[in-house]
């Protein structure tokens, strides 16, 4: 029987609402924070809640596909799942923007290339709505690990997140301005093309691939792992933090193009070990509530604020504090009005199917 971690489902809900928030009003008022690059720096040591995410998927997924009678099988549902949904959103995004150009641009070579190219973009780096970027790397990272694993290929595994997670310090971390490369260094490449290879590597390898491999492998080692000292690695991750921050202030200027940093690994891993180590009877038995809901809010919320946005007359870019508070509140009630509204589904669903197999 698989273990249930009630810290997991605690995070998944403060992580959808954080997400919620974030896109609504908490990204746009933090560039009003004083000392913007002491705040920057500070905030992206210590950005933890998208490589939990992915420490999660990786967690779960091998608890998954060990438990099952099938560990192929149960990925390939695994990723039906997810696919469907991405899809889905995908069709909206080609309905709101390829077609519309299709039809006002022509089926031109040219207007078909680009429109190709920015479905292309959609699809495997930007996600069709902005928070489904974490999907494609999601599924390149179980996928890698999966078959590293099925392989018997654990230690090498290890080895490559670890390579990988470096080598990223070098593109958008920590070491970005160390070698003294920029995209002058790169004639050749369009600088557009050159950021784009940039967050391709920066998601699916520094994040994808390193932290769903990190899930897996704590996952594997779940016994030994929750036994050993944390001290040490709470002092280590806390005096990392603090001298890469510093570091960062004296020696670079901020800039967006810094994504991770050497201590996001270890905070990460330390966020993880709480989570696990959380317990709660009461999230338990409401549990499938509160994933449901928060499955409904991260996917769900970006589509809800467009209908908001067209039903409210309201442009982003204008709005007052009240606005954005009062869009907050009319998403996240949708939020829990769908989330309701799927449960009744579900429940109809199974009544029905009982009823079929008494008869």
């Known amino acids: 029987m698989r273990k249930y971690y009630p810290g997991i489902t605690v995070f998944k809900l403060a992580g959808s609402l954080l997400v919620l928030i974030a896109h609504i009003m908490l990204l746009r008022y933090l560039e009003f924070v004083p000392g913007q690059k002491l705040f920057q720096f500070t905030a992206l040591a210590t950005r933890v809640v998208v490589p939990c995410f992915y420490v999660i998927a990786g967690f779960l997924a091998y608890k998954?596909?060990?438990h099952a009678a099938s560990p192929r099988k149960y990925i390939g549902r695994?990723?039906?799942?997810i696919l469907i949904i991405y899809?889905?959103?995908c069709c909206i995004f080609v309905a709101e923007h390829i077609v519309p150009k299709l039809?006002?641009?022509?089926?031109?070579?040219?207007n078909l290339f680009v429109q190709a190219k920015i479905l292309f973009m959609a699809f495997f780096l930007n996600g069709p709505f902005i928070q489904f970027w974490f999907i494609p790397p999601l599924i390149f990272g179980l996928l890698s690990a999966y078959w590293l694993l099925q392989k018997g290929q654990a230690r090498l595994t290890a080895i490559m997140a670890i390579i990988g997670f470096a080598g990223i310090q070098f593109v958008s971390g920590s070491l970005m301005t160390l070698p003294g490369i920029t995209k002058l260094s790169f004639p050749f490449l369009s600088p557009v093309y050159l950021?784009?290879?940039?967050?391709?590597a920066t998601r699916y390898i520094g994040f994808g691939f390193t932290f769903v491999i990190a899930g897996v492998l704590l996952a594997k080692h779940e016994e030994q792992w929750m036994q050993i000292n944390i001290k040490p690695i709470l002092i280590f991750?806390?005096?990392?933090?603090m001298v890469e921050t510093m570091l960062l202030l004296a020696l670079?200027?901020?800039t967006r193009d810094y994504k991770l940093t050497f201590s996001v690994l270890p905070n990460t891993v330390l966020i993880f070990y709480g989570i696990i180590r959380m317990k709660g009877a009461a999230v338990q038995k409401y549990h499938k509530q509160i994933s449901?809901?928060?499955i409904v809010t991260f996917f769900g919320h970006v589509l809800f604020m467009y209908i908001n946005y067209v039903l409210l007359g309201w442009d982003s870019a204008s709005m007052t504090v009240t606005q954005d508070v009062v869009l907050l509140l009319v998403t996240f009630l949708e939020c829990v009005a769908a989330t309701a509204l799927l449960s009744l589904v579900a429940k109809y669903l199974q009544a029905k199917q009982t009823r079929s197999i008494s008869m």
Not at 237 to 241: D, G, K, R, V
């Open 292 to 294: 449901l809901f928060s």
């Open 103 to 110: 039809i006002s641009e022509g089926l031109s070579a040219g």
């Open 64 to 66: 998954g596909w060990t």
């Open 195 to 200: 950021e784009y290879l940039s967050l391709f």
């Open 78 to 81: 695994y990723f039906k799942r």
């Open 237 to 241: 991750s806390i005096a990392l933090t």
């Open 87 to 89: 899809c889905f959103f």
């Open 252 to 254: 670079s200027e901020w």
